[in-house]
């Protein structure tokens, strides 16, 4: 098993609707959960952070965390052509850092 | 601009030959780590500090070597390249602290020959 799994995708979406993107982790140790988004042939660019337990909404991003299940996620509102990129799940503790394989979204015009 | 540096961004060496990739941050970062990306592989981290003097290893530091001398600066250090460290290589830093993430350079896309 992986220790950050994310739903494989591709992802497919319209304009306008709400993506929803995911991962599981299984290291319990892990303190901060962070969500990447990574434009082809481009580095990951750091879109959200979360280090407690519920929902937190930055703009048209919402993350949720849930510690119990061991589960992230990543929505977001109102998702535009230019949404469409790959997105990593990361999880930290103390610097030591492990990425998910990504979820390619496309958003379809 | 606050911004991390990575040189060079593309390297084409041979196996064996000894080289070094530069990092540097001005961002007064305590944190600072490298990565690898492989295709079906993902990101993977090699090596990441914690302050000055103060490294530890990835999930994949073999073949590898770095050292953190200065606050801003973290190179990567490969004594012996073989084939399969071709690679995409990013640096990246970020301040201590739960709700930091990592800010990345734009990357070092290196060939062994």
Redesign the interface.
């Known amino acids: 098993q992986k220790e950050v799994e994310q739903n494989s995708g591709p992802l497919s979406v319209p304009e306008g609707a709400i993506a929803s993107l995911n991962c599981t982790y299984s290291d319990r140790v892990s303190q901060s959960f962070f969500w990447y988004r990574q434009y082809s042939g481009k580095s990951p660019e750091l879109i959200m952070s979360i280090y407690s337990n519920g929902d937190k909404e930055d703009g048209r991003f919402t993350a949720q965390l849930n510690k119990a299940s061991q589960y992230v996620s990543l929505l977001i509102r109102d998702s535009q052509p230019s949404d469409s990129a790959t997105y990593l799940c990361a999880v930290d503790h103390a610097g030591k850092s492990t990425f998910g394989d990504g979820t390619t979204l496309t958003v379809k015009p | 601009e606050a911004q991390v540096t990575q040189n060079p961004r593309y390297l084409i060496t041979v196996t064996g030959k000894k080289l070094t990739v530069t990092c540097s941050q001005n961002m007064n970062h305590e944190?600072m780590?490298w990565?690898r990306q492989d295709p079906?592989?993902?990101?993977?981290?090699i090596y990441?500090?914690?302050n000055v003097e103060v490294t530890?290893k990835?999930?994949v530091p073999e073949g590898y070597k770095v050292s953190r001398k200065e606050k801003r600066n973290f190179p990567l250090i490969l004594e012996s390249p073989s084939p399969n460290q071709t690679s995409l290589y990013?640096c990246a830093s970020?301040f201590?602290g739960?709700?930091?993430?990592?800010?990345?350079?734009?990357?070092t896309r290196l060939t062994v020959v």
């Open positions: 944190y780590s990565y079906g592989l993902g990101l993977r981290q990441y500090s914690m530890d990835g999930d990013f970020s201590q739960l709700d930091y993430g990592y800010t990345f350079g734009s990357g």
